[in-house]
Each structure stands twice: as structure tokens, then as C-alpha cells.
């Protein structure tokens, strides 16, 4: 009985499989091509999700975001993209893994996973990193962002983006760092293992 629930969980999870502890994920992108070294070996509850995502083809067609430059340095700081609001592409959200109990940091290139104030609700949307920030590791007061990997190639194409215009208006937190011109994600796949599809219905494409 154990063993069917197991292997029930597995399905609903979309896994097959054990991935290899890191997984290579390349993204074609308006600007470029940035390719993410994926740790499913530390942070493997949000690795296997953002790979659903991969595998799925749910990243296809979607978009950087935003661009959030720090003050006084705006060299640094960090690029959003993934499915932003496109319900159509979402999975369930995935349970959060703070970096105090993974180990991870973010660190420069690290790709970190955005989410709501409800530490429960991160799906897509992800954050590349331009220089260090342990302000979004987990502290006392803090829960901070998971980590689940950082960029081993195209960190050029990272700070393109991020150098990139953005609307002067918003609201909260992403005022100012809406870019004008949304940068496109053609294309997110994997080099390494092999793909574990979740099965889950593709919406979006039946309103190409």
C-alpha cells in the first residue's frame, strides 16, 4: 500500500526518474542565450518544479520581466522572468526551501525562486542575480528567497537585461523596474537526464 501511494505521489509530482544532481537548463532569449546549472541535489523540491516547467514547455513563449537595479549601484541587482501572471501555464505552487536549509546563498549568478508573501506560492517566476545579495537569504526575521541553482554561461546576456529601460511607474516593490520592452524567453530546455513531462493540460496553447 505504501508503495502505490509512493508511486501515486511521484505521477501527481510529474517525476520519473532521479534527475542527476545538477541539470543544465538552456534559455534562448531575445537577448541571448543564458544557460542555468539547475541543483536538484540541494534545493530538490524547487529544482523538480522549475524542471516541470522545462519539461513541460510551460517556459516557451514567456518573458523577462523586470529589471531591479540597485540605488547608486545600477550594475547590479537583478532580472525576473518566467510566466509572470499567465495562469493558463501555472502549477500548483511549490513548497519553500529557505537557503538555511539548503545551503545555498545568492550569491553572484544565482537564480532564485520569486514568490508572494505566502512562502507556499512560488511557481515560475524566477530572479537572476548580478552580484551578491544576502539580503534575500533566510536571517532571523527573515525567510528570505530559495535558491535552487545560478548561471554557468550567458551572465553577458544577464546584465544586458538588466541594463535594459524600464517604465518610470509601478507600484510596491517593482515600481521603476518594469522593463519597457519585455524581453522574450523563446525557448527553456534541458542538456542533461531526461525530460519527465507532468502530463498536465497545455491551456495556453489553445489560445495561440
Known amino acids: 500500500m505504501r508503495l502505490v501511494a509512493a508511486i501515486m505521489a511521484l505521477a501527481l509530482l510529474g517525476a520519473g526518474p532521479s534527475d542527476p544532481p545538477v541539470v543544465r537548463v538552456r534559455l534562448t532569449t531575445g537577448a541571448g542565450v543564458i544557460v542555468l546549472a539547475i541543483d536538484a541535489r540541494h534545493a530538490p523540491v524547487t529544482a523538480r518544479n522549475f524542471l516541470n516547467y522545462v519539461d513541460d514547455g510551460r517556459l516557451d513563449g514567456t518573458r523577462f520581466y523586470r529589471a531591479a537595479r540597485r540605488k547608486g549601484q545600477p550594475e547590479l541587482g537583478f532580472v525576473q522572468g518566467g510566466i509572470d501572471t499567465d495562469a493558463r501555464r501555472r502549477?500548483?505552487?511549490?513548497?519553500?526551501?529557505?537557503?538555511?536549509?539548503?545551503?545555498?546563498?545568492?550569491?553572484?549568478?544565482?537564480?532564485?525562486?520569486?514568490?508572494?508573501d505566502n512562502l507556499a506560492s512560488g511557481t515560475a517566476n524566477f530572479s537572476l542575480l548580478v552580484g551578491a545579495a544576502p539580503n534575500m537569504d533566510a536571517r532571523p526575521g527573515s525567510p528570505g528567497y530559495a535558491v535552487f541553482g545560478r548561471v554557468v554561461s550567458g551572465m553577458n546576456v544577464v546584465k544586458r537585461i538588466l541594463a535594459m529601460p524600464t517604465f518610470p511607474g509601478g507600484e510596491g516593490a517593482m515600481k521603476g523596474q518594469i522593463l519597457a520592452r519585455p524581453v522574450a524567453i523563446v525557448k527553456a530546455e534541458r542538456l542533461d537526464g531526461t525530460p519527465h513531462p507532468t502530463g498536465r493540460a497545455k491551456v495556453w496553447e489553445l489560445f495561440r
Open 91 to 116: 502549477l500548483d505552487p511549490v513548497a519553500f526551501e529557505p537557503t538555511s536549509k539548503t545551503g545555498l546563498r545568492h550569491v553572484d549568478g544565482a537564480i532564485s525562486m520569486a514568490r508572494y
